[in-house]
């Protein structure tokens, strides 16, 4: 009696989660996951479904989007013409790819940049750090991860001096990704000195049973004075003195430095997260009169859990498929979808070169034996995969023949896809792309390539391992 009383539960909890995940639109491969874990595992399937299982950002966020959206695009059809260069003036797969992110995102093309890549930790923070003590009118930060120790306490000193000359300085922090550094005196030594900290995301027990807590803002933004901006792959943590006890080694990173109208435009972006967590209008200043400062072409694409659809991968499909000679990638967590797989395939077999960089080690087990799954595949078609030896390549680049690149804090796995805020700079500028290919190349030379017979030779327990957990890689 018993027994037939939990198949009965049993039957009625899986039926359950499955009548709600077919009312919702969901990716085929999320829903085969979720009813193959509510199968095997009723309770913990039907309890993580109803935690983790559906893009939920609260009643209270989806009333203020709806509301900022218009203000969005009001603002953006506002951007100067001057600053707005048509795509027609880029070469044909350049031009696909920026009327795909316009059309996305709203954002235009723009001209007159100077971009700055820096590729070491102490460099970026301390050329940050410059620019902040420099600073005139205002300083804003967004960042997924502020971690105290280092050289991170150099920059809430400049932060504290900055505020005390009178510079309108404001934080955001993801609750989650900055747990730390908020039970650190340095939130209310910028608090006392004036800077406006902003907890994005806010994680408790309560919050739990409305919202998903494992959506997060992943993005790295930094604007000065509305003129100069930052982003790309580094939080606000010394590398030195972060998850130190992981055994992956030291992060590594790299930042752009954006001077040109693009850095209020990435302010703008940052205001509308602002504006969501608050529930206050998006009135981002009137653009400043800058000097052109360069040629370089740019777009910033911000993305997010809040649209119905990837948009983040659309757009590095259509990069994909653009290419003709060349595709490099750089990220810390590969778990594509099924149609980027499909996608980089299909670049080696037409005989574009196509090169995946990946840390040897990385946080996250699961994530490892994920990505590990599509390695057979990959080196089938050609696609040389190379295992970064010295500590956890964190650089999030994608460099299409030279020319295009995509440079930011989107990591190529569903989680950045699907459930983070990002944003992303896209960068039409043969030189910058040069340079973040040099990059890649000094990556490459620290580096080892897997070989397809020493990969099928591995032991059989860890080809099912890899293949069992790539099964469930739509939930990691």
Request: aromatic share 8%; charged share 20%; net charge positive.
């Amino acid at each position: 009696m018993f027994l037939s009383f939990l198949y009965l539960v049993y039957v009625l909890l899986a039926v359950a989660v499955a009548l709600r995940i077919f009312s919702r639109r969901s990716s085929r491969g999320t829903a085969l996951a979720w009813l193959l874990l509510v199968i095997l595992v009723p309770a913990v399937g039907a309890l993580g479904y109803l935690l983790i299982g559906e893009r939920r950002l609260g009643r209270t966020w989806m009333q203020r989007a709806i509301k900022l959206q218009p203000q969005i695009i009001r603002w953006a059809r506002a951007i100067p013409t001057s600053d707005v260069v048509a795509p027609g003036t880029l070469s044909s797969s350049a031009e696909s790819i920026s009327r795909l992110a316009a059309g996305l995102a709203g954002l235009p093309l723009m001209a007159g940049h100077r971009l700055r890549l820096l590729v070491d930790s102490e460099s970026i923070m301390r050329t940050l750090i410059a620019d902040i003590h420099t600073a005139r009118h205002s300083v804003h930060l967004e960042f997924y991860i502020w971690h105290p120790g280092g050289f991170v306490d150099d920059l809430v000193t400049a932060l504290v001096e900055a505020a005390g000359r009178g510079v309108a300085c404001r934080a955001l922090m993801d609750s989650l990704g900055s747990r730390a550094f908020f039970r650190s005196e340095s939130v209310a030594r910028l608090r006392t000195a004036g800077v406006e900290v902003i907890e994005i995301l806010p994680v408790n027990a309560l919050r739990a049973l409305f919202v998903r807590l494992d959506l997060r803002d992943h993005r790295k933004i930094a604007v000065i004075d509305r003129g100069v901006a930052y982003t790309g792959s580094m939080n606000i943590a010394d590398p030195r003195f972060f998850k130190q006890d992981a055994g992956v080694g030291e992060w590594v990173d790299a930042m752009v430095r954006i001077e040109g109208p693009a850095a209020w435009a990435l302010e703008a972006v940052s205001l509308s997260l602002t504006a969501l967590q608050t529930g206050g209008d998006f009135s981002p200043p009137e653009p400043p009169i800058l000097s052109l400062t360069d040629n370089s072409r740019v777009q910033i694409f911000p993305s997010g859990p809040h649209g119905s659809t990837r948009h983040i991968e659309a757009l590095l499909l259509t990069a994909i498929y653009s290419a003709r000679r060349e595709i490099v990638l750089t990220t810390p967590y590969f778990v594509p979808s099924e149609t980027m797989l499909t996608a980089l395939r299909s670049a080696a077999v037409r005989g574009v070169n196509v090169i995946l960089i990946v840390p040897e080690k990385v946080d996250s087990r699961l994530v490892r034996y994920a990505s590990d799954a599509y390695n057979d595949d990959m080196l089938a078609a050609g696609i040389t995969i190379l295992h970064f030896r010295d500590g956890l390549l964190h650089t999030k680049s994608v460099v299409i023949d030279e020319q295009i690149t995509i440079f930011g804090t989107v990591n190529l796995d569903l989680r950045s896809f699907e459930l983070n805020f990002e944003v992303s700079l896209i960068a039409y500028d043969q030189r910058f792309s040069s340079e973040v290919r040099e990059l890649q190349r000094q990556y490459e030379s620290r580096s080892h390539a897997l070989e397809l017979e020493q990969w099928r030779a591995r032991p059989r327990w860890r080809r099912l391992l890899e293949n069992s957990i790539q099964v469930m890689s739509p939930l990691l």
